[in-house]
């Protein structure tokens, strides 16, 4: 087995901990950094995520819950439907939001991976890294956030 390829980001927002929970779970939010992108999802786990453009209803991304606590945690899993390997379950990557902080601050830190253990994963990973990550959705968040 590989060394983990993991993507982690982190930002500090002066938002309380239910303002960005709220960004990263209503679909209405979820357009505003997600590249217009809407989460559809009935928040159970097991239940598919589906983000849904909210301009032309195409599918950009999809997976399903695997965990939640509001206000602190998120995980699911993700593929592109579009992408050029299998959609089947062992190519899906887990993103993971965690959350900590008070009523005026939150510590907002998101992770993907392992790539490692996904087909094209190596690739998939540079990609992801050379772009940054999750780094410009966390700064999107946290302009909104602190709007």
């Given at each position: 087995?590989?060394?983990?390829?993991?993507?982690?980001?982190e930002?500090?927002?002066?938002?309380p901990t239910?303002?960005?929970?709220e960004?990263l779970?209503?679909?209405?939010?979820?357009?505003?950094?997600?590249?217009?992108?809407?989460?559809i999802?009935?928040w159970?786990?097991?239940?598919?995520?589906?983000?849904?453009?909210?301009?032309?209803?195409?599918?950009?991304?999809?997976?399903?819950?695997?965990?939640?606590?509001?206000?602190k945690?998120?995980?699911?899993?993700?593929?592109?439907?579009?992408?050029?390997?299998?959609?089947?379950?062992?190519?899906?990557?887990?993103?993971?939001?965690?959350l900590?902080?008070d009523?005026?601050?939150?510590?907002?830190?998101?992770?993907?991976g392992?790539?490692?253990?996904?087909?094209k994963?190596?690739?998939?990973?540079?990609?992801?890294?050379?772009?940054?990550?999750?780094?410009s959705?966390?700064?999107?968040?946290?302009?909104i956030?602190?709007?």
């Open positions: 087995m590989g060394t983990p390829l993991i993507i982690e980001n930002i500090s927002i002066k938002a239910g303002t960005v929970w960004l779970t209503d679909p209405e939010m979820t357009k505003l950094y997600m590249y217009g992108c809407e989460v999802c009935t159970q786990p097991g239940a598919e995520m589906l983000w849904k453009g909210s301009t032309d209803d195409r599918v950009y991304v999809k997976g399903n819950l695997v965990s939640l606590e509001p206000g945690h998120l995980s699911y899993t993700v593929i592109d439907p579009n992408g050029d390997f299998a959609d089947i379950p062992e190519n899906y990557l887990t993103v993971t939001y965690d900590s902080g009523q005026n601050d939150t510590i907002l830190r998101v992770t993907q392992d790539y490692s253990k996904v087909e994963g190596a690739e998939r990973y540079k990609d992801s890294a050379e772009a940054g990550g999750w780094q959705v966390l700064e999107k968040i946290k302009e956030a602190e709007a």
